[in-house]
């Protein structure tokens, strides 16, 4: 590595709501990476929609972008004179992103270093990808007793999903990577099949009781 040079960090690959999930590390207040899975992460690619745009007026330049992949939403800022480089990227785009994962007032965002227009069609190509990767990851169900506590543990996420209407299939992958998604899929049919949960749309979950 020659002077002036200095290695960046990997940029990795993940869907926002992975991301939403991490755990944010501090030092004292200065916020050093979100932490998932034993991974520590400080940046990610990312593609979505762009579903909502915010640019300021005045001396105080800043832009806000909501970008949305299926599996959740999360804000893209840019600051100062940066807000330059990204004045074409608009509402309704598919984009890849790479940039700095932030935490500020409890919220995670990241600072994009560059946007990509891409076709729509790259999302789904993602969204398989990080399936085949999650599918190679993961680990069967070797007891009744650890199918019992997957099944307390999928029903917990939907019960506590309540005040907010429910919630999304693909949330609840997300938050149980470690196993797969066809056992997941399969314990989320049986419960259906119960009665104990019911969907008031397609892939949306709600507690019955």
């Known amino acids: 590595m020659t002077e002036g040079q200095f290695k960046r960090n990997t940029a990795y690959k993940y869907r926002i709501g992975d991301i939403l999930l991490g755990k944010p590390i501090f030092d004292n207040d200065k ?12 940046r990610v690619n990312v593609i ?10 005045g ?6 972008f909501t970008l949305d992949d ?6 893209l800022k840019v600051f100062g004179d940066d807000t330059e480089k990204f004045k074409n990227t608009q509402q309704g785009q598919t984009v890849t992103i790479i940039g700095t994962v932030r935490n500020w007032n409890n919220e995670t965002y990241v600072q994009p270093e560059g946007i990509s227009e891409m076709d729509a069609k790259y999302l789904l190509v993602r969204k398989l990808e990080m399936e085949k990767i999650r599918k190679e990851t993961s680990r069967p169900i070797e007891t009744r007793e650890e199918a019992v506590a997957v099944k307390d543990q999928i029903l917990g996420a939907i019960k506590g999903s309540e005040d907010d209407g429910g919630i999304d299939t693909d949330q609840i992958i997300m938050k149980f990577r470690e196993l797969s998604t066809d ?8 419960l259906l099949e119960e009665g104990t949960i019911f969907e008031p749309r397609p892939g949306r979950l709600r507690y019955l009781g």
């Open 31 to 42: 916020f050093l990476f979100i932490e998932l899975r034993e991974r520590k992460i400080s």
């Open 48 to 57: 979505g929609n762009i579903v909502d745009k915010y640019e300021s007026e």
């Open 59 to 64: 001396d105080k330049k800043y832009a806000f």
């Open 70 to 75: 299926g599996s959740g939403q999360i804000k």
């Open 183 to 190: 056992v997941i899929n399969e314990e989320i049919k049986k």
